[in-house]
């Protein structure tokens, strides 16, 4: 019997569900645009320029960021292999190191919570460009919650159609995308001049700051460990899935936060007037709108990705609702959310405690994945009473890792890498409680 195909402009039917061999078709270049158009971000761009108003140089921050995003990365393809291999969802890979349940109640409602959060914070962030267009532009005041209402239910439909749509969106946004950013800056620089801005590194930069910036991106980064494959089990091999991937993040986190740092040096004060001090500086219709089709299509190809892992993270958890009705459900609170801007000031603190307990899930999931060869025993993954079963469905020995390993994050001294250390203890300690590995074999 032939496996169906699946129209381009067909919504996603594939939830929790295998996706069929015959579907896994994207190559390098999907992957390249789904990660270059993930890291084009909102959020990017306004976390590099909160890096240079809280201190840090210009390269520093591009440095910062993109060591912090490119290693993440090598986490997220290692279990990103899960999907090519077996067609397979993040979050039925954590079923296997956490058990049936532990993956469903656990890793798939804290994913989602994530999803909310992302959601809010880039559309915010979106949102204080386009209230400085209306300002500086055409004299019109409105506060952050007037604009992101109804800038987040606009980027609620396209993550509902799912997978398909997302890489149709990805392929004509990008060259809106660059177009806009290369003018911006061109224009910032041609008005600035060429020495406005330091290309070194500043002795004076404070390593509190850089550590304080590392882990809050590292961390933020690692709570898209669990859903790893969900962007990867269309894919066709290995070998596209990391060409494609690491040079669409190396070159997205380098252009959205060169373009964040740059601006922000030139134009000084709050992070927040970002895109107000820019409008000053080049006013004109021409900066305006390229401003407003780079932080839209950003915005988009975000959040739609947010919405996307979020509502699959949903489906793993209320399997009957089905992945359309599930990324609906968590469109809600994403969106309500959306109307609390101090989630801007406090976005240090809330990525890094994520990041925390995603971390210590991070190096169990990579030491449990390599201890059974890189394979799983799919259908087990769906049942009760299987090997992934353990007590009840629970993985004990693994959450007492994840509770002890996360805690000892919280507790380290400020400066100290963190996340890493967080992910390290997780492996280790998941190591030395397997008695005997090879029983984890399948």
């Not at 809050?216 to 269309?234: E, H, N, P, Q």
Request: aromatic share 12%; glycine share 8%; hydrophobic share 50%.
């Amino acid at each position: 019997m032939a496996e169906p195909s699946v129209s381009q402009w067909a919504a996603e039917c594939y939830g929790t569900e295998q996706v069929p061999s015959s579907l896994q078709t994207s190559g390098s270049t999907d992957s390249f645009l789904i990660m270059i158009n993930y890291l084009i971000n909102p959020g990017t761009i306004f976390s590099a320029a909160m890096g240079v108003a809280g201190g840090l140089s210009f390269l520093t921050v591009v440095l910062v960021q993109l060591s912090a995003v490119m290693l993440s990365m090598v986490a997220f393809l290692i279990m990103g292999r899960v999907g090519v291999d077996y067609g397979l969802t993040g979050q039925m890979a954590c079923r296997a190191a956490l058990g049936v349940r532990g993956g469903r109640w656990l890793t798939s409602p804290l994913r989602a919570l994530c999803s909310v959060y992302w959601f809010a914070f880039q559309t915010l962030a979106g949102s204080m460009a386009i209230a400085a267009i209306l300002k500086v532009c055409l004299s019109i005041n409105v506060t952050l919650v007037q604009v992101s209402l109804p800038f987040a239910f606009l980027q609620v439909l396209v993550a509902s159609y799912g997978y398909h749509w997302l890489k149709g969106l990805f392929r004509w946004a990008l060259p809106l995308k660059l177009i806009s950013l290369g003018f911006i800056i061109i224009m910032l620089w041609q008005q600035a001049g060429p020495d406005s801005v330091s290309f070194s590194i500043n002795n004076e930069n404070n390593w509190l700051l850089i550590m304080a910036w590392f882990n809050g991106i590292f961390s933020g980064m690692l709570t898209m460990i669990t859903d790893a494959a969900d962007f990867t089990r269309y894919q066709k091999s290995r070998r596209a899935l990391w060409v494609g991937s690491m040079t669409g993040s190396a070159l997205g986190v380098l252009l959205g936060a060169a373009t964040g740092a740059f601006a922000m040096s030139l134009v000084g004060g709050d992070s927040k007037e970002l895109f107000n001090g820019i409008l000053e500086r080049v006013p004109g219709f021409w900066m305006a709108l390229s401003i407003l089709i780079l932080i839209v299509m950003d915005n988009w190809t975000i959040n739609v990705i947010n919405l996307y892992s979020g509502g699959l993270s949903i489906s793993h958890t209320f399997e009957s609702l089905g992945r359309i009705r599930s990324t609906l459900l968590v469109s809600v609170p994403s969106v309500v959310l959306s109307c609390f801007p101090v989630i801007i000031d406090r976005f240090l603190e809330i990525a890094t405690a994520f990041g925390m307990i995603f971390s210590a899930i991070a190096g169990l999931l990579l030491v449990d994945y390599w201890l059974r060869n890189w394979k799983l025993d799919v259908q087990p993954l769906y049942r009760k009473e299987g090997i992934y079963w353990y007590r009840q469905g629970l993985n004990i020995r693994s959450l007492i890792i994840l509770l002890i390993a996360s805690s000892l994050g919280y507790l380290l001294p400020v400066g100290w890498p963190s996340p890493l250390i967080t992910m390290s203890v997780a492996a280790i300690l998941y190591y030395l409680s397997a008695i005997d590995p090879c029983n984890l074999k399948t």
